[in-house]
Each structure stands twice: as C-alpha cells, then as structure tokens.
C-alpha cells in the first residue's frame, strides 16, 4: 500500500518537524578575549626609535588606563617618552567603530611626533589586545591644539592587516 | 339459379369461376373492368354481383358504392385473406358478405344462396314498432309511411332482431342465422350491417332506438 | 484495495483534493520549517553575540592568571547556568554545568572558538554555548588563556514560537483543504462531463440507438476515444442497415413470391371441383391423376396462405381484433369445425372468458390439436384453466413425446419431426401459431407431459389490446 505508506511519511514529517531538536557542535563565532597579563607601553629607545614595553600589571585594562599608564613615564627602565611628564596625568577615550579619539591634559607643543606615535600605539595595543579591529585610526585630541594634530594617525608599528581582524 | 354478374380482371381466374358457378347453377355473366361491369349491371340488373376488389380503373370499392346507389342488389366481395383493410373498406362501400381467394366454388355458392335467401318462415303478420312498419309477408318496410329500400341482407336482419324485441342477439348467433357463417364468421359483417340498416330506419343513426347496441353482447331491437 | 473509492468521480476528487492539500501542506510545512530554522539561528547569535559581549566587556578588568575570585567575577557576568573553569580552578552555578557534553568540552578545548550545541534535557530545549577566553598580541595572534566559559541558554521561548509556527502552518494547510476540494469539484467536472457524454452515447447504442454520436471535443485520449466510439457505432449501423435491407428484400420476396401464386390457385381452386365432379367417369389412372392434382392444389393453397402469414409477421402488419369470446367455446369450435371433436377430450371447468382474436386463436388451437393428432398418438386432450391474469390451454397426447434435441426447433419454420419432409404439415404450423400467441403477448411452450407424450401449454392474458 504505496499510497498509506507515503501519506504517514508525510504526516510523521509535519508532526516531527516542530520544536527544538537536538544538534552536534557548532562552531559560532571567535572566542572573546581581552584577558593578558599585562599591558602594552610604547617608549623611544636611545636612538629614539619606538619600541613596546610590557608591564606586569595582572591585568589588560582599558585603553585609557593603558594611555594614562604610558603619561606617567618610562619610569627605571632605560627607555625615554617623547611625551612632557605632568602633573597626575589622566587621559580619556572614546571608542567609536573605526576609531579612538582620546583626550590627552597635554597641549600638542608638549607631545613630540615620536611622542605622538607612542600614544597611538599604545592605545592600539590596548585596542586589539581586548578583542578591536587592528584597522582603527586614533585621533588625539591636545588642550591646545595646533593645525592638523588632531588627524586621525595609525602606529607605524602595528599593520592595519595584521593577524586577527 | 341466379343471374349472377362476374366482375373479375384475370382470365383465367374469370374463366375459372365461370365455369365452377355455372355447374352449381347460376346464370354467370362476367366482366374484366369497372367500367365494363358497371356497363353489364346497367344493360341488365342481375340478382348478385360477385366483386373482386382488386381491379384496374375503377376500383372494386367504387364498383360496389356505385351499385349499392342504385339499388338494393346484393354485393359478394372477392378479398385476400388478411387484407383487412380491404375488408373494412369493402363493407364500408355496402358489401354484403365477402369470401376470401383462393375460394372453393362450394364456398361461394353456398354464400350466394344465403346472400340471396328469401325468408319463408317470417310469417304473415305486420309488426309495428312506433313509426316503424314491418310487413314480413310482402317483406316490406316502411317508417312514418314512407317506403324503406333494404338489401335481402339487411331486411333478414331487421327480421331477426324484431322477431323478439327485447333479445339480445351475440354476433356471432346474428352470424349463424343471417349469414349463415360458421363460428369462425367475421363480426364486422354484424356490425356494417347494423350501421347501414341504421342509416335507414333511424331518425337519428347516431341515438338509435330500434337496433340498439348492448356493450359487449351484442345487439338487440328495441325496446322503444 | 477495498478502501479505496470506486467510483471515477469520487476517485478523482479525493486524489486531486489529496494532491493540492499534500501540496499546500508541504509548502507550509517547509516554510515553518525553515522559518524555525531562521528563527534558531537568529536566537543562537543573539546568545552568543551577547555572551561574548559579557565576557570581553569584563575580560580587560580580569587579571590573569585568574584567581577563584576572577573566575567567579567573570562567571556572574555571563549569567546564571554557567561554568568558568581555568587548569584546576572552577566556577560553576544552576544548571549549565552538568549539561556540557563532552564533545563540546572537547570543542572549546582544541579550536580557540565559541562553539553551540543545543540540547534537551528533561523536556527543557537548551543552548549551550562554549568558548574560551584567548589572549591576543598586540599584533593581532590570538592564544588560549586557559580560561573556558559554558553557559547554558534555555530554549523554551523559542520552542515554543517553533510550535506555534508549525501549528500555523498546519492550519493553513487545513484551510486549503475545502478549496482544494473545491478546486478537484472543478476539476472533475470538467473532466468527467465528456466521459459522461460518452458513456450516455454508448448506452443509447447498446439500446439500439445506432444513429447516436458524442461529438468530439478537444485532442486528448478522450476525443480519440470518442472518435474510435464514433466510428464503431457508424460501422455496425451500417452493417445493420445492410443487414436490415437483405432481411428486408428476403421477406419481400417471400411476401411477393406467395402472393403471386395466389391468382393462379384460384383458378386452380375453381376448377379443381368441376374435376373432382367428372373424375368418377374418368379412366382409373386419369382418375388417379386428377385426385393427386386436386390434392396437391389443397396443399399449395395452404402452403401459400400460410407464408403469406408468416411475411405478415414479419412484416408487422399481422393485425390484432380482439373480442370478448369464451376459450372453451371457442376450442370447441374450433375442433368442430374440423371434425375433430370426437378424436379429442375437451376439459373445461366452466366459461374462460377472455379478450382475443376469434380467427388467431382458432389457428392456434386448429395447429396445437392438428399437430397432437398428425404426430402425436390418442388419447389426445385439451385442458383449460385460468389464473387471475390469463387463461391457458394444455395440449397434451399419448405419442411417443418430443426427442430433447428436437424442442428447441419445434417452432421453427419448416422444422418438421423426424428426417421425414414429407408428412402431412408443411411445417409452418406451429411457427404460425407461436407468432400468433405473441401477437397476443401470451406464451406458448412445448415439453413432454409426465406420461410421455408430447405437451405444449398456452397461456394468454385475459385482456390482449388491440393493435393497429
């Protein structure tokens, strides 16, 4: 009875096919990140030449954290910053796709152009390590500004077409 | 002996006949058409015409109208078994009787003398039944005074009938005693007869009141 | 296959109604199926997206390598049902834990990816989702922290949206059930009209109906058919009609033919008397000879009135004149008429009246008693009866009865019994005589009675209408 047989195939199909079933694995999406044992500081070695610096902080910390760390100096490590030393510095960010626009309690006379690669970098670290796109442009924003400083400015360090995003 | 006419188309047939009715004794006179017989019945009427009713020209029905018109001379038709519409045609054109071909000369006589008997035993009395009078020694009729013209047919009928007023008589009983058929004698005889005896007698043939029908018996005269 | 519908019409509309509503189920079916299937797919990256969202939003304020607290900081922000574990450490809360299946542990284990599973345990569809947490480089190499993240989602909402969909579209299947049926009314009408045109044309053919024709419509096989149909019934109408006319010219000639003889044996009939008178004083083999030749002519004129009976019949102009006579009377009469009544029994309980043809009737018992006295040995007996519609006559005789092969022929035309054609009848008799029974509408049949003797039995009903 070819005609039953077919016709219960049909009704086992519409009966069977509601609700949730079972599945194997499926792979979804990139795993988060952002955890690191620590964070990522760019300073001048003695041929001012940029260069990273880790520090043991435990942890990776925000962007502005990261930019703030960096404001307060190379410290006894050897290295120098193209960046004036102030006064319990504290910087902010704002993260919009594509870009990071922070604001530094510098003016732009007091940031040297190696200076300024050191920010951008170090904040792109920060950036990438927490899980962003390696292709972001980061604007700085200066209390005093001078023409063309607040341009958005990649790290020459770090390819947009790096590993990863 | 009677003067019978012969009216017949074939020959041999023609001849035939002559002869077998002459030996039983009749005086056979014979034509080959309409025409000519109705000439011969003219120049000299005999007692009986013996018709067949297939003929050329003038057909054996017209034959027969015409002969019933001019007067009360008995008419035989000549007939094939079965051609009913012949029959009822024929008896309609006032035949008295007909037999059916090919007929034993025995058969046609005996129908020719009944045709032509004469009552004898009708008595010598005078019935009258209202306007009819019925005179059965002169074997004369007459209604309201006036004479009435019957066939021998016919009158043995009337005769018949009114000898018991008040009877009913079967068809095949008026058969027997006025045609003198057998059984196997044909009804509508009984019932051609009636009506043209009607058409004589009665005021109005439609309503008779002398020859009255009994539905599914027969017929029976009167009572008035 | 009792079950199945049997006739073309129901057959049709159940398969066609079956068809279109198997048709816009399965079209419902699949886009409920594959709405559910968008449906799941759209919640599980809904999940994940926000799990990851979880997990990297507190990830950067985790320090690593993580303590019990870490983990249990990190665990209450993905949320209830969920396991962190790092090396030897975990964290673990509601449900989640003990549904990660082993493959998925494994998964999260060897890819550095978010891996789903979904699940069902105790009734309850479930989401499970596990990834681990990878530490990237500053130039964008991604590597497993050892920190691994399960978290189970309960399905149940979605479960039941799937459910309702899939009741949806099982409603609109059902619905397109009556238009479906509805659609297949149609469907057959116009299907079946023609076959039932044809089928009335075929049935007014095999009524007799040769001139009936479908006209065809169309150019499927049903118009072929109906063309084939048409062809046949044109065919055998005209071999009917050429059949009809050679019958036809048969009959004529027969009709023709005897009624030729008939002026002939009239004169034969007229003279043969004045022969028979003058015989007596002929020599004896002239005499002889005129006594064979008067008896030869009887025998003529009978053989010739009887066929031109049998083409009346066949012609159909035998005519019917009914009366109201008396079987009795009229048996008896018909045997005194031909002196018969003496070699005859008679059995009548009383009148039987009846409404018949004098004359038929008379050759129907002349033929049954003539052929029981020719044939037949004494006694020979006639008994009459009547049931409330007919009245029927047994005509029985003592002979030796009629051999079983012979009484199927024993009406027919010039079927005579024995080899020998040269008895008394001319073998029309009994052919005539059934012919007139049936112009009667009565019977006639013919069997042996229980003596042996041959039996025919005649039944006529009581009232026969007049034809013509």
């Given at each position: ?18 609700g949730v079933q079972p599945s194997g694995v499926t792979d979804a999406a990139e795993a988060p990140t952002g955890i690191a044992p620590g964070v990522t500081l760019y300073f001048l070695d003695q041929n001012?030449t940029l260069r990273p610096q880790q520090r043991r902080s435990g942890r990776l910390g925000t962007v502005a954290e990261a930019v703030t760390l960096l404001l307060y100096g190379p410290g006894q490590s050897g290295l120098r910053t193209g960046i004036?030393p102030?006064?319990s510095p504290r910087a902010e960010a704002v993260t919009t796709p594509g870009t990071i626009e922070l604001r530094l309690p ?8 190696p200076g300024a690669d050191q920010i951008v970098c170090t904040a792109l670290a920060t950036h990438i390590q927490s899980g962003g796109p390696a292709r972001t442009t980061v604007r700085l ?11 958005p400015r990649t790290c020459p360090l770090i390819s947009p077409r790096a590993p990863g995003r | ?224 | ?35 559910g299937d968008a449906l799941l797919a759209s919640h599980g990256q809904q999940l994940t997206r926000t799990v990851t969202d979880q997990v990297g939003a507190v990830t950067p304020s985790l320090s690593y390598p993580p303590d019990q607290a870490t983990l249990d900081r990190l665990r209450a922000a993905v949320g209830g049902d969920t396991l962190v574990t790092y090396r030897g450490l975990r964290s673990a809360a509601g449900t989640g834990p003990g549904l990660v299946t082993p493959e998925l542990r494994d998964a999260v284990r060897d890819g550095n990816r978010l891996v789903t599973q979904r699940v069902v345990a105790g009734g309850t569809p479930w989401l499970l989702i596990g990834t681990p947490v990878v530490i990237t480089a500053v130039d964008g190499t991604r590597r497993p922290s050892g920190i691994e993240v399960y978290t189970a989602r309960d399905l149940t909402g979605v479960d039941g949206r799937i ?306």
């Amino acid at each position: 009875m070819n005609r039953a047989r077919s016709a219960t195939v049909v009704a086992a199909l519409l009966l069977g096919g509601c609700g949730v079933q079972p599945s194997g694995v499926t792979d979804a999406a990139e795993a988060p990140t952002g955890i690191a044992p620590g964070v990522t500081l760019y300073f001048l070695d003695q041929n001012g030449t940029l260069r990273p610096q880790q520090r043991r902080s435990g942890r990776l910390g925000t962007v502005a954290e990261a930019v703030t760390l960096l404001l307060y100096g190379p410290g006894q490590s050897g290295l120098r910053t193209g960046i004036s030393p102030s006064e319990s510095p504290r910087a902010e960010a704002v993260t919009t796709p594509g870009t990071i626009e922070l604001r530094l309690p510098l003016a732009a006379g007091e940031v040297t152009p190696p200076g300024a690669d050191q920010i951008v970098c170090t904040a792109l670290a920060t950036h990438i390590q927490s899980g962003g796109p390696a292709r972001t442009t980061v604007r700085l924003i200066f209390t005093i500004p001078e023409p063309g400083s607040d341009t958005p400015r990649t790290c020459p360090l770090i390819s947009p077409r790096a590993p990863g995003r | 002996m009677a003067s019978v006419l012969l009216i017949e188309d074939d020959p041999l047939v023609r001849r035939g006949m002559e002869l077998a009715l002459g030996r039983h004794g009749h005086d056979v006179r014979s034509a080959a058409t309409g025409e000519t017989g109705l000439r011969e019945f003219a120049a000299s009427v005999p007692d009986l015409v013996v018709l067949d009713l297939m003929l050329p020209g003038v057909d054996g029905f017209e034959v027969c109208r015409r002969i019933r018109r001019t007067g009360d001379v008995p008419v035989i038709m000549l007939t094939a078994r079965g051609d009913d519409w012949d029959v009822v045609e024929g008896l309609e054109a006032g035949a008295d009787d007909y037999v059916i071909k090919p007929v034993q000369p025995t058969v046609l006589d005996a129908r020719i003398r009944a045709v032509l008997r004469r009552i004898t035993s009708g008595g010598d009395e005078v019935r009258t039944h209202g306007d009819l009078r019925i005179d059965t020694s002169a074997l004369t009729v007459s209604r309201a005074g006036e004479p009435v013209s019957l066939t021998p047919t016919e009158l043995r009928l009337l005769l018949t009938l009114s000898r018991a007023p008040g009877r009913v008589f079967s068809r095949t009983q008026l058969l027997e005693e006025v045609w003198e058929h057998d059984y196997l004698g044909d009804s509508r005889l009984v019932d051609n007869c009636v009506q043209r005896l009607r058409t004589k007698i009665e005021k109005t043939p439609a309503d008779p009141v002398y020859v009255q029908t009994v539905r599914g018996f027969g017929y029976r005269f009167g009572p008035l | 296959m009792r079950w199945w519908p049997r006739g073309l019409r129901v057959r049709l509309l159940a398969a066609c109604a079956l068809v279109a509503f198997a048709a816009a189920g399965a079209a419902a079916w699949a886009g409920a199926e594959s709405a559910g299937d968008a449906l799941l797919a759209s919640h599980g990256q809904q999940l994940t997206r926000t799990v990851t969202d979880q997990v990297g939003a507190v990830t950067p304020s985790l320090s690593y390598p993580p303590d019990q607290a870490t983990l249990d900081r990190l665990r209450a922000a993905v949320g209830g049902d969920t396991l962190v574990t790092y090396r030897g450490l975990r964290s673990a809360a509601g449900t989640g834990p003990g549904l990660v299946t082993p493959e998925l542990r494994d998964a999260v284990r060897d890819g550095n990816r978010l891996v789903t599973q979904r699940v069902v345990a105790g009734g309850t569809p479930w989401l499970l989702i596990g990834t681990p947490v990878v530490i990237t480089a500053v130039d964008g190499t991604r590597r497993p922290s050892g920190i691994e993240v399960y978290t189970a989602r309960d399905l149940t909402g979605v479960d039941g949206r799937i459910d309702d969909l899939t009741r949806s579209a099982i409603g609109a299947a059902a619905l397109s059930l009556p238009l479906a049926a509805l659609l297949a009314l149609l469907a057959a009408r116009s299907v079946l009209r023609p076959v039932r045109e044809l089928r009335d044309t075929a049935g007014r053919l095999a009524a007799g109906d040769l001139g009936a024709r479908t006209a065809p419509v169309g150019a499927d096989e049903l118009a072929d058919l109906t063309v084939t149909i048409n062809e046949m019934a044109g065919s055998v109408q005209a071999s009917m009609a050429a059949m009809r006319r050679m019958q036809a010219d048969a009959r004529r000639f027969a009709a023709d033919a005897s009624h030729e003889l008939r002026t002939p044996l009239s004169t034969l009939t007229a003279v043969m008397e004045v022969l028979a008178d003058t015989a007596d004083d002929m020599e004896p083999d002239a005499r002889e000879s005129a006594r064979l030749a008067i008896a030869e002519t009887r025998r003529l004129v009978r053989l010739a009135e009887d066929l031109m009976e049998v083409s009346r019949f066949d012609a159909g102009t035998a005519a019917l004149r009914v009366e109201e006579i008396d079987l009795a009377v009229a048996v008896r009469e018909s045997l005194r008429a031909r002196g018969w009544l003496d070699r005859v029994e008679v059995e009548a309980p009383g009148p039987l009246p009846v409404r018949a043809d004098r004359r038929r009737l008379d050759v129907v018992v002349a033929n049954l008693a003539g052929n029981a006295l020719r044939h037949g040995g004494p006694p020979v007996r006639v008994r009459l009866g009547a049931t409330p519609g007919e009245v029927w006559a047994e005509v029985t005789d003592g002979g030796p009865g009629l051999a079983a092969s012979a009484l199927p022929h024993v009406f027919e035309r010039f079927w005579k019994a024995g080899s020998s054609r040269t008895g008394p009848g001319n073998g029309l008799g009994l052919a005539i005589a059934l012919e007139n029974v049936r112009l009667h509408g009565g019977r006639l049949t013919a069997g042996n009675a229980d003596g042996g003797g041959a039996r025919f039995l005649l039944h006529l009903p009581r009232d026969a209408q007049e034809t013509r």
